[in-house]
T-cell receptor, first 111, second 114 residues
Framework: QKEVEQNSGPLSVPEGAIASLNCTYSDRGSQSFFWYRQYSGKSPELIMSIYSNGDKEDGRFTAQLNKASQYVSLLIRDSQPSDSATYLCAVNLYLGFKTIFGAGTRLFVKA | KAGVTQTPRYLIKTRGQQVTLSCSPISGHRSVSWYQQTPGQGLQFLFEYFSETQRNKGNFPGRFSGRQFSNSRSEMNVSTLELGDSALYLC?????????????FGPGTRLTVL
């Protein structure tokens, strides 16, 4: 079992819709969870971090964490073509000084 | 505040050669992590340094090594290059505030091994 799993997609949504990206992780002791956006040919850019159960909202982005289910998600409201990118879920292992990344989900937002 | 910088941005080497990549973290960040990114394997953790000490290492052969200097700048070295080492090498820095370990990436070094 991979430590961090994501649906590779591609996920295609129309402009203005909600995009829902999901991620599961295997280490129950994980404390920190992150979402990165990576455009083709560029490096990953941090867009959300979440540390406790529940929802965290930042503009059009909402991160959701459920530690009991070992599940993290990212919702993008009012999706725009500029949101088309690969979204990487990352989990920081407990006291491991090591962050594990999922393989990423490719998102396409159709105008 | 300046971001993470990496040099060089592009490198072309031949099999058997060695290469050294450099990373300068964001000012005040003492933790530096290195990753290898390839289309087939995604982002793979190489190693993490804090205060000149390697705290963790990924599953890479001993040809991959790194170090960190007292000013937090870091270098990684790959010896005896193989074709499979062609990848984007990314450096990320963080303040390492316990679990609040947000990492910020540099632009990467694109290494091509011929």
């Amino acid at each position: 079992q991979k430590e961090v799993e994501q649906n590779s997609g591609p996920l295609s949504v129309p402009e203005g819709a909600i995009a829902s990206l999901n991620c599961t992780y295997s280490d129950r002791g994980s404390q920190s969870f992150f979402w990165y956006r990576q455009y083709s040919g560029k490096s990953p850019e941090l867009i959300m971090s979440i540390y406790s159960n529940g929802d965290k909202e930042d503009g059009r982005f909402t991160a959701q964490l459920n530690k009991a289910s070992q599940y993290v998600s990212l919702l993008i409201r009012d999706s725009q073509p500029s949101d088309s990118a690969t979204y990487l879920c990352a989990v920081n292992l407990y006291l491991g000084f090591k962050t594990i990344f999922g393989a990423g989900t490719r998102l396409f937002v159709k105008a | 505040k300046a971001g993470v910088t990496q040099t060089p941005r592009y490198l072309i080497k031949t099999r058997g050669q060695q290469v050294t990549l450099s990373c300068s973290p964001i000012s005040g960040h003492r933790s530096v992590s290195w990753y290898q990114q390839t289309p087939g394997q995604g982002l793979q953790f190489l190693f993490e340094y804090f205060s000149e000490t390697q705290r963790n290492k990924g599953n890479f052969p001993g040809r991959f090594s790194g170090r960190q200097f007292s000013n937090s700048r870091s270098e990684m070295n790959v010896s005896t290059l193989e074709l499979g080492d062609s990848a984007l090498y990314l450096c990320a820095s963080s303040m390492d505030r316990g679990i609040y370990n947000e990492q910020f990436f540099g632009p990467g070094t694109r290494l091509t091994v011929l």
